[in-house]
């Protein structure tokens, strides 16, 4: 059974940061995508980053590239989400999720239907 555990929200300022981990066991996810989603109050789910299972190709929503940097420690089993230059806007639960092909052949997965596995969720609040 595959876990994903997510840590590291909280209340932070505008224009401050924080870096979301998210730990995964039951699996090991070196052969996988990660990717990285939230939802706002009132909102649907929407995508944030994702990295490719070879770690060599990440992608952003355009409402956080050059703010959010996603990375991934196979070792560790662990994706990260580094959190910059922080808005209001990016108040949300931020979800990571494990890839549903092993070894996709191509771009990464940026839709939530192309993800298996799915953590609990840690809160972000950035107050202005």
């Known amino acids: 059974q595959v876990e994903l555990v997510e840590s590291g929200g909280g209340l932070v300022q505008a224009g401050g940061s924080l870096r979301l981990s998210c730990a995964a066991s039951g699996r090991s996810f070196s052969a996988y995508g990660l990717g990285w989603f939230r939802q706002g109050p009132g909102n649907e789910r929407e995508f944030v980053a994702a990295v490719h299972w070879n770690g060599g190709n990440m992608f952003y929503a355009t409402s956080v590239k050059g703010r959010f940097t996603i990375s991934r420690d196979n070792a560790k089993n662990t994706v990260y989400l580094q959190m910059d230059s922080l808005k209001p806007e990016d108040t949300a639960v931020y979800y990571c999720?494990?890839?549903?092909?092993?070894?996709?052949?191509?771009?990464?997965?940026?839709?939530?239907?192309?993800?298996?596995?799915w953590g609990q969720g840690t809160q972000v609040t950035v107050s202005s």
């Open positions: 999720a494990l890839d549903r092909l092993r070894r996709r052949v191509g771009v990464v997965a940026t839709t939530g239907d192309e993800y298996a596995y």
